[in-house]
């Protein structure tokens, strides 16, 4: 009697060839890690919310900028014919008109501190002549400066709560760019797994189908030696028609987790649309270690979602305390200290400048009547903070509950597994004693079929098994919020590709 093992082997060896042969693209290898890398390279949604984080610090650039001190200047000339009354004309010797010429310049710098400071510095410079001074100029000249200082309503300003504003945005940008990278890379390690337990699953079907094809032939051979019943023939056929049918459910299932991968890896899915991705290697992940407490205390202090949040809380108290300062009176002290000159030319009108100062002093008061608009701020803010705080403790509880629930989700797996494997490796000895005794004539074909169809499904469990086991530690490490450390992926080796 032909070697059941080995006729196995042969056919599974002929369907492989004739796949391989069949298929248009070629063979691609992926173990777990180069997967990973080909993740964070080509996903376009990777590449582009990589970019966020970018967004954010530019826009903080252009809050900095607020308090950048400006330079002004600016130059002007002027000519005026103005008529006198028949009084002043009369007096000014018979002129029906005066013509005059002026001129001005004026040059400094202005600016805004963090404190809502706004300095002016200036000099400036005026010169004029006309008909009565015979068209010979006269130059004035100014030189100081001007401080206007909130004292109440504008101390640190709105520039300075835009910068501060911004900074926080950036800050939540890069954590939630770290929390997309995560899901990113949990979505892929589901996939993987989900493909390596379909490529398995293929494998088990056709070996399956090998075995049922080998047994059929077998049987054909006992019914024309009429050592067999046409009925036993009839089931192996059966055996072997349903087998098919399940290969062909196990090819498509490979083909929807080969799709999905193709999606997350490449940069362009349809130039790999063809190939066969074949995933290889061991794509586990460090076992699990720690109580959970420990593991609670690590997503408390390391998941981006949740520093996120702390900081959008930060942000929103910034708001908050804008906002009950906008309601305080406007007061602001406002003063000034600066020189005149006087001269013929421009030069002269500054030498003499230090012997003309001038100051002045004084305070600025406003208050709008109701004040309705800065109370209405003010309450917002108010709103706005304590929705963050409650946000932030529920997601406190989501994580206490999830993570715990990842740790008793593992330890079913893990025990899953062992069990999957005795229940494969019984299967495989009661299938070896079968075989044995159909040879020896005390057996029927059907007990052989229903043996093996057990081994098939003790061995499909065990490949479901294995990916929920991993599935289930890729996703403890996702609640923890140290994925990305397992994986070995840093946000600073990102920036350098581009």
């Known amino acids: ?13 002929f369907l492989t060839a004739s796949s391989a042969a069949a298929a248009e693209g070629q063979r691609v290898e992926l173990p777990f890690r180069q997967g990973v890398r080909m993740l964070l390279e080509n996903n376009l949604q990777v590449k582009a919310s990589r970019l966020d984080p970018r967004v954010a610090a530019a826009r903080v650039l252009s809050a900095q900028g607020a308090f950048d001190p400006e330079l002004f200047g600016s130059f002007r000339r002027g000519d005026a014919s103005m008529p006198l009354s028949a009084r002043s004309s009369v007096a000014a010797g018979g002129l029906r008109s005066v013509e005059s010429e002026s001129y001005s310049f004026n040059a400094g710098v202005s600016g805004t501190t963090g404190l809502g400071t706004e300095y002016r510095f200036e000099v400036r410079d005026d010169w004029t002549a006309d008909t009565f001074s015979g068209f010979e100029f006269e130059y004035e000249s100014f030189t ?8 109440l309503r504008g101390l640190g300003n709105g520039e300075r709560l835009a910068l501060n504003v911004a900074l926080r945005d950036r800050s939540a940008s890069e954590l939630r760019f770290r929390q997309f990278l995560t899901d990113a890379l949990s979505e892929y390690a589901g996939a993987w797994w989900a493909l390596m337990s379909a490529r398995g699953a293929l494998d088990v079907r056709r070996e399956s189908l090998a075995l049922a094809e080998t047994l059929l032939d077998v049987n054909r051979k006992k019914l024309e030696a009429g050592a067999l019943s046409r009925l036993e023939l009839v089931q192996t056929e059966s055996a072997a028609a349903s087998r098919r049918e399940d290969l062909l459910v196990a090819q498509k299932a490979v083909q929807d987790s080969e799709r999905r991968m193709k999606e997350l890896i490449a940069d362009d899915a349809y130039s790999i649309s063809d190939d066969e991705l074949v ?36 942000r929103e108290r910034i708001v908050l305390k804008y906002a009950a300062n906008q309601a305080w009176p406007e007061v602001d002290l406002e003063a000034s200290y600066g020189f005149n000159g006087l001269g013929d030319s421009f030069t002269r009108s500054f030498k003499a400048i230090e012997s003309n100062p001038e100051w002045s002093v004084g305070v600025i008061f406003s208050y709008p009547l109701g004040n309705r608009a800065a109370k209405g701020e003010l309450e917002t803010a108010r709103l706005q903070t304590t929705q963050a705080v409650l946000r932030l403790k529920r997601l406190e509880q989501e994580i206490v509950l999830r993570v715990k629930g990842s740790l008793v989700q593992l330890e079913t797996d893990s025990r899953r597994l062992e069990a999957a494997d005795e229940a494969v490796r019984l299967a495989k000895e009661t299938l070896d004693a079968e075989e044995r005794k159909l040879e020896a004539g005390r057996s029927t074909t059907f007990n052989v079929l229903r043996i093996q169809e057990d081994l098939l499904l003790a061995r499909l469990k065990r490949l479901d098994a ?11 490490y996702r609640e923890k919020g140290t994925l990305l450390e397992e994986l070995g992926v840093r946000i600073t080796d990102l920036e350098e590709v581009e």
Not at 144 to 151: A, E, F, H
Not at 467 to 475: E, I, K, M, R
């Open 279 to 314: 995933p290889t290697g061991d794509g586990a992940l460090r076992p699990a270690d720690g109580s959970a407490a420990e593991a609670v205390s690590a997503a408390l202090s390391m998941r981006p979602d949740y520093m996120e949040l702390r900081t959008l809380l930060e």
């Open 466 to 476: 294995v990916s929920d086991y991993n599935t289930s530690l890729v996703a403890f």
């Open 144 to 151: 100081g400066v001007t401080v206007r200082q909130p004292l």
């Open 1 to 13: 009697m032909l070697n059941l093992r080995t006729s196995v082997l042969l056919f599974s060896f």
